[in-house]
């Protein structure tokens, strides 16, 4: 992989971060009105403590996906498999990295349950990558969604 991959591949780390912390908030409302309402606000805060890591379970891996099935239908000529990792470690990077940012203990993240989540949303990576790779070959440009 080139130098420029590794910044796209953190612009991709980055991205799943930002579009997983996006979605807690509909998340979070979604339970307010329509599963617990009525509670008063501390009640809903408490809850998206819980709430807002389930967006990153459940969407990390699904953009992940997207992302790295797209890149690699873009770049047929790099080495898909190993963009998808770099992804996931820069994604890994950036998202420890600011844990002691608010205060928090690193060594709080070093878990079976956390590894397990970064696996999975790796495997989620490498199936994009995986089907990327696979597909590029057989559509053109114009056809890329």
Same mark, same amino acid.
């Given at each position: 992989?080139?130098?420029?991959?590794?910044?796209?591949?953190?612009? =991709?780390?980055?991205?799943?971060? =930002? $579009?997983?912390?996006?979605? !807690? %908030?509909?998340?979070?409302?979604? %339970?307010?009105?329509?599963?617990?309402?009525?509670?008063?606000?501390?009640? %809903?805060?408490?809850?998206?403590?819980? $709430?807002?890591?389930?967006?990153?379970?459940?969407?990390?891996?699904?953009?992940?996906?997207?992302?790295?099935?797209?890149?690699?239908?873009? !770049?047929?000529?790099?080495?898909?498999?190993?963009?998808?990792?770099?992804?996931?470690?820069? %994604?890994?990077? =950036?998202?420890?990295?600011?844990?002691?940012?608010?205060?928090?203990?690193?060594? !709080?993240?070093?878990?079976?349950?956390?590894? !397990?989540?970064?696996? =999975?949303?790796?495997?989620?990576?490498?199936?994009?990558?995986?089907?990327?790779?696979?597909?590029?070959?057989?559509?053109?440009?114009?056809?890329?969604?």
């Amino acid at each position: 992989m080139k130098p420029i991959d590794y910044l796209k591949a953190l612009g =991709v780390g980055f991205a799943t971060l =930002v $579009i997983a912390m996006a979605a !807690s %908030y509909p998340m979070v409302g979604f %339970y307010a009105y329509f599963i617990e309402p009525g509670h008063p606000q501390e009640f %809903y805060n408490q809850s998206a403590l819980w $709430i807002a890591p389930w967006s990153s379970h459940i969407l990390g891996p699904l953009v992940f996906f997207a992302f790295n099935y797209r890149m690699a239908r873009l !770049s047929p000529g790099r080495n898909a498999i190993a963009f998808a990792v770099a992804c996931v470690v820069l %994604y890994t990077i =950036v998202d420890f990295s600011t844990i002691p940012a608010m205060g928090g203990e690193l060594r !709080s993240v070093f878990t079976l349950k956390i590894f !397990s989540w970064l696996l =999975v949303k790796l495997l989620g990576a490498l199936a994009g990558a995986h089907l990327g790779r696979k597909n590029a070959g057989t559509a053109t440009d114009s056809q890329i969604p």
